[in-house]
């Protein structure tokens, strides 16, 4: 079953521009990973909050945890035509370890 | 080397055919993954291996088969598959449960 679901599914931004990217999930959980990926490619991991962190900043992406409401925010600043690609959100629930992947997110950068 | 490879990179079989995928890592992670994604799906998980032992199958059909020869090396062998199973094979590894993790390329097969 889908741990994480996010919001909105697709996402179309001029480059430049701030793109926002929501996660919301049902059981509480040990991190919250982001991963990105390119069309028909291997996922590549952007960064990982743990349970007891709030905030987390990568180079131009920031993303925010907030445990009470079960969800997660990611931002990427000033965006570029190479951040077009798909996003999951993916949560360790600490029952075996093991990532749930959410349904993901399309992010389309217009130059 | 902080990569993952995986081979072939596309393959295309009959459902009689026996066929294996290969992953490599040589980072010195004690964690394997395979998930299978399915076009504009999430990837789904298969199996994992955790200090070369399996840990985790996800209910996977046994015409899927894994193998973990070594730390660095994961395999997963085809036999008698459908065209349902045509998909987006995907390793990946991590330095432990519950920890990032790496993927690589993947394999895109397709069964006739």
């Known amino acids: 079953s889908q741990q994480g679901e996010e919001d909105p599914q697709a996402l179309s931004i001029q480059e430049g521009e701030n793109a926002t990217m929501n996660c919301s999930y049902k059981?509480?959980?040990?991190?919250l990973q982001w991963y990105r990926q390119n069309s028909g490619r291997g996922l590549v991991h952007l960064i990982l909050?743990?349970?007891?962190?709030r905030e987390k900043h990568s180079g131009r992406l920031r993303v925010t945890l907030d445990t009470s409401k079960k969800s997660s925010s990611l931002l990427i600043t000033a965006s570029r035509a190479a951040d077009t690609a798909s996003y999951f959100c993916?949560?360790?629930?600490?029952?075996?370890?093991?990532?749930?992947f959410g349904k993901g997110i399309t992010l389309s950068v217009r130059p | 080397d902080t990569e993952v490879t995986q081979t072939p990179k596309h393959l295309v079989m009959g459902m009689t055919n026996k066929k294996s995928l290969k992953c490599e890592q040589h980072m010195g992670h004690r964690a394997m993954y395979w998930y299978k994604q399915k076009a504009k799906k999430p990837p789904e998980l298969m199996f994992v291996y955790s200090y070369e032992k399996l840990s985790i199958n996800e209910s996977v059909p046994s015409r899927f088969s894994p193998e973990c020869p070594n730390s660095s090396l994961l395999n997963l062998h085809l036999h008698a598959l459908q065209p349902e199973d045509s998909a987006l094979y995907l390793c990946?590894?991590?330095?432990?449960?519950?920890?990032?993790?790496?993927f690589g390329p993947g394999t895109r097969l397709t069964v006739l």
């Open positions: 059981t509480s959980i040990n991190n």
């Open positions: 909050i743990r349970s007891n962190e």
């Open positions: 990946a590894s991590s330095q432990g449960l519950g920890r990032e993790q790496f």
């Open positions: 993916a949560t360790d629930t600490g029952a075996n370890s093991k990532l749930t």
